[in-house]
């Protein structure tokens, strides 16, 4: 199984981003991802991630100006960013667990798949 995000970028205060992760190979099925960031020296937080109804939990900190949406067709899940900060300067990262393990934006509860990752930097 890989993950691949993309749509990283650096961009101004106020502006926008959509980030991308398609996941590609046997996965489980049914299969619920997740977006987390990370920057140096902190721990890796939970951003939006989706329930096993298929709803999306967020952070307190993006309720509102971020929006989180899978396309099972495509395996792709999407992340739309909308009136950034430099709060929000951070590596994203996607994830895929089992529906069944997902304990919400706590991360213990994503033990499965991870991508690399994409930068993104607000200033």
């Known amino acids: 199984v890989q993950l691949v995000e993309s749509g990283g970028d650096s961009v101004q205060a106020g502006g926008s981003l959509r980030l991308s992760c398609v996941v590609s190979g046997s996965t489980y099925r049914p299969y619920c991802m997740g977006w987390f960031r990370q920057t140096p020296g902190k721990e890796r937080e939970g951003v939006a991630v989706?329930?096993?109804?298929?709803?999306?939990t967020y952070a307190d900190s993006v309720k509102g100006r971020f929006t989180a949406s899978k396309d099972n067709t495509k395996n792709t899940l999407y992340l739309q960013m909308s009136n950034l900060n430099p709060e929000d300067t951070a590596m994203y990262y996607c994830?895929?667990?089992?529906?069944?393990?997902?304990?919400?934006?706590?991360?213990?509860?994503?033990?499965?798949?991870w991508g690399q990752g994409t930068q993104v930097t607000v200033s």
């Open positions: 989706e329930e096993g109804d298929g709803t999306f």
């Open positions: 994830a895929s667990e089992r529906c069944a393990a997902v304990t919400g934006l706590d991360l213990l509860g994503w033990q499965g798949y």
